[in-house]
């Protein structure tokens, strides 16, 4: 099994990514952005006017008063943050929305076991019908529809399931560098616990890199860790923890700037993969990783991620800032529960809701019956 540099797959911070892409560009101010909205006064000669000026507050410079004059870099407005940093009542509203989407995640996902179970057999003689017909078919050379189904046939599940994921984290990159498009990303596609958005952000920072590296990293590892995490939990399962984690992990960081008053914007897909991977070397402890730098050093799963917890549980208590080592952490415990206990608890107990569904899409068939349509 492939492994990226674990260092490197960590879940980087708003201000730090732009403090490290945006490199000998000139800085302007905030305070010499407000005096250059006045005009200047028209002066007279006949007349002479003193005014006393106010001496000017004393000028600092931060990663998020600062605007950077280049198109590809974000304008960040100044965010407020609550009046005390321990209130935890802000945290209500995330709380909620936590919940409720895990629950809507995992109930989606049974629900699409369902369907795909049941569509099962009429794609199995749709399949046969169109490999006959393929047979009967003349041949071209140089088909790229041809080429593209037999790159697609020879990806493993894993693979196929988080390509998806993939496109939409480079869809979202893509949008950061639209400069008309950049208030909305920060509002929407970063997390901040000061920030007016609270819920949206959760879900839509996990899919959201403004560092192409960053995304690079991330993504390698999602893709290396796909056959074995999809093979072990199933493609929907897969789906229901991957979006869940990033919301939990989110939330997490919520939690922990609220405790710390540390607060700034965050993004990336670090907390939802972290999740991903606790999950595998929890499941596998034994495999053997190695870091794609130094392939020649291996090292179990196990230790690997005491490794990884131990550098997260540091940056937390310590206040590093260039990661959001709160969201890796809560990444990875969520990862850790779900395969000791979440399993169990949420995705085998689902079949009350799977026979709810089924008799709701048994009745609402045309011409079927209550107890028609067989379980599937």
């Known amino acids: 099994m492939a492994w990226g540099s ?47 000026e106010e001496p000017a507050p004393p000028h600092t410079e931060s990663s998020e008063t600062t605007v950077h004059h280049r198109t590809s870099t974000p304008h960040w407005d100044q965010q407020v943050p609550p009046s005390s940093p321990r209130a935890f009542g802000r945290l209500i509203k995330p709380l909620v929305f936590t919940v409720g ?15 795909s179970l049941k569509s099962r057999v009429q794609s199995y003689f749709d399949e046969i019908r169109a490999d006959w017909l393929e047979k009967l078919r003349p041949q071209k050379r140089g088909d790229m529809r041809k080429e593209i189904n037999h790159w697609w046939n020879r990806l493993s599940e894993g693979q196929r399931t988080v390509t998806g994921i993939i496109a939409a984290n480079v869809v979202v990159f893509c949008c950061w560098r639209v400069p008309s498009l950049q208030r909305s990303m920060i509002k929407y596609f970063t997390s901040n616990p000061a920030s007016k958005t609270l819920c949206a952000p959760m879900l839509l920072s996990t899919f959201s890199h403004f560092s192409f590296f960053h995304m690079a990293a991330n993504m390698y590892v999602l893709w290396s860790f796909s056959t074995s995490a999809v093979s072990m939990l199933g493609r929907e399962q897969f789906m229901a923890v991957y979006l869940s984690a990033g919301v939990i992990s989110t939330f997490a960081s919520y939690v922990s ?12 897909a670090s907390g939802a993969i972290m999740t991903i991977l606790a999950a595998v070397c929890t499941k596998m402890p034994e495999a053997k990783l190695a870091i794609i730098f130094l392939p020649m050093f291996t090292f179990s799963a196990a230790n690997a991620l005491k490794a990884i917890i131990a550098l997260d549980t540091t940056g937390v208590v310590l206040g590093w800032k260039f990661f959001d080592h709160a969201a890796h952490l809560g990444g990875a415990m969520f990862g850790i529960w779900y395969i000791l206990f979440g399993h169990e608890l949420i995705w085998k107990n689902r079949e009350p809701f799977v026979k709810l569904w089924h008799n709701f899409r048994t009745r609402g068939g045309p011409g079927r019956g209550g107890d028609q349509g067989g379980a599937v």
């Open 6 to 52: 674990c260092f490197v797959r960590l879940r980087l911070t708003t201000k730090d990514v732009l403090r490290s892409s945006v490199k000998g560009g000139s800085r302007w101010p905030h305070s010499c952005q407000q005096r250059c909205g006045f005009k200047k006064a028209t002066r007279k000669p006949e007349t002479k006017r003193v005014v006393e």
């Open 101 to 115: 989407f895990t629950g809507c995640s995992f109930g989606s996902a049974a629900i699409w076991q369902y369907e």
């Open 257 to 268: 700037k609220m405790a710390t008053g540390r607060f700034g914007p965050s993004l990336g």
